[in-house]
């Protein structure tokens, strides 16, 4: 029992390194970048389910908080956290548990995971813009169109990428480290 706690736990950390290194692929973009963290956590929640998923969010959330430079353009720190895109940060958790939930109901149809990876991103975007409204201080309206309404096209192309290629990998992973890790 503890070898596979252990297993779940290291294969977490795997995926957290990962989103960490897809985080630093930045377009700059004025108050919230656009960055491939979104797709990585869609694509290790839907690989890896809701618990293992959310725990590699969860760790890279951690390794950023403590100074690691593992945000998007290497920033870090819990002021990232709190700043005005750490609303996003914070989402990638509930995103990742929506998705592996959702994906559990069906795990071998890829409209279950394409519907998962879409509500994933979109609560993402929703939880990430309610944040940027209080941490920035601009009317609700405002934050919508530059939080949600400017990323919601490039996050759909990301969530269809994520759901078509998690569905691939998971179809040609070992049925073993499927169980292990959905589990």
Known sequence: MQNIRLQKQLVAAIFAAVIAVFAQFTIPLPIVPLTLQTFIVGLTATILGRKVGSLAVIIYLVLGAIGLPVYAGGSA?????FGPSGGYLWGFVLCAFLIGTIIQINPKSFV?????NIIGFA????????WLKFATGMPLNQAFIAGCVNFLLPDMIKAICSAGIGFLVCQRLPQRFLKLVQN
């Open 77 to 81: 720190g819990v002021g990232a956290l």
């Open 112 to 116: 279950t995971i394409l519907v998962a």
């Open 123 to 130: 609560t993402t975007l929703i939880v990430g813009s309610i």
